[in-house]
């Protein structure tokens, strides 16, 4: 009646404008509103049950803010994987750093290592794509990903870690790190 939901489609209300839902959201507790994102998540889980690439990052949101980020972390690399494949590369970058903030807090282990080489491997491609082949960025992403090679790489990722480090050095013109790797 006072005109500050609208109606957007079958189930699905908003507010008029954006300060009516700030209000809205400043007034929830802090673990009620995570109970809230939790909920959504689950939600969104559940709905689209069958395909999920296309709401993953609203997933991995959800569970962020729900303060759940072993559920949030694969859902974040899964939007980075689908966002890497419709080419948008920025949106890419975000979520799969995000991952990496969100695995950075987990205790060390043998998986933890193996997923946080494959963020390495899609950001280093990524950065290649965005930044260029010999960017800060990219040589990062690469020496991270030789270290975790040593550790937790089947011979394949070994190799492609050692490529993509000599491929930076070559194009960089670091000769030197080309002989010693």
């Known amino acids: ?3 500050i939901l609208r109606e957007e489609g079958a ?3 908003d507010f008029t404008h954006d300060k009516l839902r ?4 400043a007034e929830i507790s802090v673990p009620q509103r995570r109970v809230l ?11 689209n ?17 729900a303060g759940l980020p072993d559920q949030a972390l694969p859902y974040y690399q899964r939007a980075g994987l689908v966002a890497a ?5 920025e949106d890419a970058i975000a979520w799969l750093r995000r991952a990496l903030v969100l695995l950075q807090e987990q205790p060390a282990t043998t998986q933890r290592d193996t997923t946080e080489l494959a963020l390495q491997f899609a950001l280093a491609r990524l950065y290649r794509i965005t930044q260029g082949w010999a960017a800060p960025e990219v040589e990062q992403a690469v020496a991270r990903a030789l270290l975790l090679s040593e550790k937790v790489g089947d011979p394949v990722q070994r190799a492609e ?6 491929t930076v050095y070559v194009v960089a013109a ?8």
Do not use: F, M, W
């Open 1 to 3: 009646q006072k005109g």
């Open 11 to 13: 189930n699905i209300c």
């Open 22 to 25: 700030e209000v809205a959201y």
């Open 37 to 47: 994102h939790r909920r959504v998540a689950q939600a969104l889980e559940a709905l």
């Open 49 to 65: 049950a069958e395909g999920l690439d296309p709401v993953s990052a609203q997933i991995a949101a959800q569970y962020d803010q």
């Open 85 to 89: 494949r419709l080419y948008a590369n």
């Open 161 to 166: 870690a050692l490529y993509g480090a000599q």
């Open 174 to 181: 670091q000769l030197d790190k080309v002989e010693s790797t």
